[in-house]
Structure formats: structure tokens, C-alpha cells
């Protein structure tokens, strides 16, 4: 028996970093179906290509889960979450698309036919929601570093995140040195 292929929606980290590659993609002045197809296929994902009106809805629904990130404080970033999984997610199931991948949670309307922008925020928002119930913090935040504008999910158990990488927080220490002395 031929084992199945692993699926990006496969683990939380998965889906963690294919919600950040896709913000941070969508978060262009113009982003092109191919540039959000290449993202995809990174992550796993074997759909058909995303249209131009995939495109648009993609780049709505981003701006919907930047405002979680950017929620100030856990009971706002939680109550956008239960808004958008209200409007978007249907009940949970698990699938393997025919035994073309491993088990896995969806939580869009269908395994194959669901739009591309309500299974961007039914799957990333299920992972914000289980992030908040396991941490009790926010799930992620905007860089805190001037001039970035990148996002990022904290799945650290540690302190939280206030940077999208160690290359913005280094920037950010050596700036603040730097006006010290």
C-alpha cells in the first residue's frame, strides 16, 4: 500500500506558516494569481491555480486575519476570531481527500470545492482559536520593528514575540545601541 502524501493543513505549525507566507504575500500593493499559486505549492496545496477573483477575495480575507494579529489585546483578537469562524467555518471533519493525504481537520464547506478565501479563514482562523485556548495570549502580532510591516503567529511557549524574525529584532537592538551611546 502506497503511503499518502502529507498535507500542509496536516499540523498547526503547517498551517501556521502557510497563513504568514500568505499575508505577507497578499500584503503587496499587487500580488498576481501566479505569486499566490507559488506560496500554495510551497505549503502542499494541489488546487487548481487561484484566479484573478481568487486573488481579491484572498487579499480580503488577509486584511480580516492581519486584524486578529493586530488586536491590541486577547479579548478583541478573540472575539474577531469568533466572528470569522462564525461566518466561515462549517462543522469539523477530518479527511484525506480519497487517501491522496494524511488525516486532517477541515472546516470549510467542502474538501475540494470551497473557495479559496474561505478555507484560507476557516483554516487559519481554527489555528488562531486553538493558539488562543492553549496560550491564553494573543496568537501573533504586526512586527514591532520601524519600517516592517510583516505579521507573524507565536507559537513560542516562551515570551512573546514583538518581531516577525531575528533579523528585524537584531536591527531594532543595534538601532537602540546605537542611540544610546
Known amino acids: 500500500m502506497e503511503t499518502p502524501g502529507v498535507i500542509a493543513v496536516g499540523a ?9 507566507d500568505l499575508l505577507d504575500t497578499l500584503a503587496s500593493e499587487v500580488v498576481t494569481p501566479a505569486e499566490v499559486a507559488v506560496v500554495l505549492r510551497e505549503h502542499g496545496e494541489t ?5 484573478p477573483e481568487d486573488v481579491a477575495a484572498l487579499r480580503g ?14 479579548d478583541l483578537a478573540a ?30 464547506s467542502d474538501d475540494e470545492e470551497a473557495p479559496l478565501a ?10 488562531l482559536a486553538l493558539l488562543i485556548s492553549d ?24 515570551s ?5 524574525s531575528r533579523r528585524c529584532a537584531t536591527r531594532e537592538r ?4 546605537r542611540a544610546r551611546t
Open 12 to 20: 498547526v505549525q503547517s498551517v501556521v506558516d502557510r497563513t504568514v
Open 47 to 51: 488546487g487548481p491555480d487561484p484566479t
Open 61 to 74: 480575507a488577509a486584511t480580516e486575519l492581519r486584524s486578529v494579529l493586530a488586536a491590541p489585546t486577547l
Open 79 to 108: 472575539e474577531r476570531v469568533n466572528a470569522l469562524l462564525a461566518r466561515t467555518a462549517h462543522p469539523p471533519r477530518l479527511s484525506n481527500h480519497g487517501g491522496a493525504f494524511s488525516w486532517h481537520v477541515h472546516v470549510d
Open 118 to 127: 474561505e478555507w484560507f479563514l476557516a483554516s487559519a482562523g481554527l489555528v
Open 135 to 158: 496560550r491564553q495570549r494573543l496568537p501573533g502580532g504586526v512586527c514591532a520593528a520601524g519600517g516592517c510591516e510583516r505579521v507573524f503567529v507565536d507559537t513560542a511557549h516562551g
Open 160 to 164: 512573546r514575540r514583538r518581531y516577525c
Open 174 to 177: 543595534v538601532a537602540a545601541h
